[in-house]
């Protein structure tokens, strides 16, 4: 079956330490997206790409940055300068300008202790 | 910058009444999508709406596009408890975009 894997579902981490997001989608999708959301909140966007080795910063993308070297993949890294890094984080992939709608991965939960 | 407000925040309904759901955009959009995300879940994509005044059904939900074009709502009839989860509507930045900006979202709740 077709679809996007984020994985872990669940992330701990010690406040300073980066960690990365994986993302992984088997859909041909060109572009692909991080959301953050927090409790209660609405999406927003953090960073963005619509083809292979290109990106652009999202809302929110202060403390955070990303790689896209393969079609399939688009890694999310949360760095120690994001102040406030425990959230939902959501990917997602769409075909071209998401006119079709985005496919959402079920999420990495992080929470940074 | 552009915005997009929903309201409800948040809305009880006692199983079998109906809901409403709007979105209101500061900005025309090109078109407007919908998505349901279940508690714990992620966001699930229901719908596009793309032309003025434009009314699309789905079972008991149904979709509704301003003429305008700065506005929709989503309407479920007869609600059923598998109707819980939260409603975002999203629109893009601009026509063409690749960057679709998501409504502050609507819980619902139903109660049996």
């Known amino acids: 079956d077709g679809g996007i894997t984020q994985s872990p579902k669940y992330l701990f981490r010690k406040e300073g330490q980066n960690v990365t997001l994986s993302c992984e989608q088997n859909?041909?999708?060109?572009?692909m997206y991080w959301y953050r959301q927090d409790p209660g909140q609405g999406l927003r966007l953090i960073y963005y790409s619509q083809i292979v080795n290109d990106f652009q910063k999202g809302d929110i993308a202060e403390g955070y940055s990303v790689s896209r070297e393969k079609k399939e993949s688009f890694p999310l890294t949360v760095t120690s300068a994001q102040k406030n890094p425990t959230a939902f984080y959501l990917c997602?992939?769409?075909?071209?300008?998401?006119?079709?709608?985005?496919?959402f991965g079920s999420g990495t939960r992080l929470t940074v202790v | 910058g552009q915005q997009v407000m929903q309201i409800p925040q948040y809305q009880h309904v006692q199983e079998g009444e109906d809901f409403t759901t709007y979105c209101n955009s500061s900005?025309?959009?090109?078109?407007i999508q919908w998505y349901k995300q279940r508690p714990g879940g992620h966001p699930v994509f229901l719908i596009q709406l793309v032309k003025s005044g434009e009314v699309k059904k789905q079972k008991r939900l149904t979709f509704q596009f301003g003429e305008a074009k700065k506005n929709s709502s989503l309407h479920i009839t007869a609600t059923q408890t598998t109707d819980v989860g939260t409603y975002f509507c999203?629109?893009?930045?601009?026509?063409?975009?690749?960057?679709?900006?998501f409504g502050t979202g609507t819980r619902l709740k139903v109660l049996a």
């Open positions: 997602a992939s769409s075909i071209g300008q998401g006119a079709h709608g985005y496919t």
């Open positions: 999203a629109g893009p930045l601009a026509s063409g975009t690749y960057k679709y900006i």
């Open positions: 900005t025309t959009l090109s078109n």
């Open positions: 859909l041909n999708h060109d572009a």
